[in-house]
């Protein structure tokens, strides 16, 4: 005797959403990225006017990334991109999209690191540097570097807590990553003619870049926060691409429409089965 047609239309619903599933996850691996890196970008050449920067992914002429007006002390928040080569051009602000570049430097992205591309020096030798940024810290122990943008103060000197960051660190350099102990403690920063100091917290699995920058009264300091607990995604980077959303879970409804239906099928056979039983007897 052949199954009866509720029935087998019962296993195929059941079925169903299984197949779905896999369908569903063939074609999220298959859309998978390629892995994903992070940059952001920064003016830090004091007597530089603002400026206008774009990203370009290698080969394509049509901007991934365009900020416009960027003045100095200015450092975007990290945004997400395709691992791979790209290039990053500077131009006057206001400058036409296809004029020359004042600066252009090149940048290989790679999957889980995070860039900063900064402009630094003067403006008669300005250039553009690209500087790996870490993500991770020791244990227990939070990391910060010094970043020496002050054409005022040609030298100067970072301590933190007492402690030495960087001795003799010059304009337009940058120093290494040095572990500190996490505190609340004063950060003290000191050149030949001016020294300043400001409290600033560095909190265990912290990275942070300080800034040292002229400002209208002297010497001013920012602390940027690179990355906070995790080296899956930088501090400051919005899972949002460039400029487009965040990617949302899919509503769970239509399989639970179709396991209702599954479910309903198979509790109508059951009861047919009952009912040409009763009839047979």
Known sequence: MGIPSVIRWAIVLMALPTLLFGLAGVASASSASPGTGWVRLAH??????????????????SAELVLHHVGYGAVSPYQPVNAGDYTVA????????????????????????????????????????????????????ALVRVVQASLRQHIVTVTYGGNSVVSDLAFASVSSY??????????????????????????AGTVHTVVVLDAANGLSV????DAQGSAV????????????????????????LLIGAGSLAVAAGSLRLRRLGRKRA
Request: glycine share 10%; hydrophobic share 40%; net charge negative.
């Open 233 to 256: 995604m930088p501090a400051g980077g919005a899972a949002t691409g460039l400029g487009g959303t965040a990617p949302h879970a899919p509503s769970p409804l239509p399989w639970l």
């Open 44 to 61: 830090l050449s004091p007597n530089t006017p603002a400026v206008d920067v774009y990203l370009y992914s290698f080969g394509d002429p």
């Open 90 to 141: 500077m131009r006057a602000a206001g400058a036409g999209a296809t004029t020359k570049p004042v600066l252009s430097a090149t940048l290989a992205v790679v999957a889980g690191h995070a860039y900063t591309v900064a402009g630094l020096g003067p403006e008669s030798g300005l250039r553009l540097q690209v500087l790996d940024d870490q993500l991770t810290t020791p244990p227990d122990e």
């Open 222 to 225: 920012d602390n940027i926060l």
């Open 178 to 203: 040095k572990a500190v102990h996490p505190a609340t403690a004063a950060l003290h920063i000191a050149g030949p003619n001016e020294t300043v100091s400001s409290t600033i917290s560095l909190a």
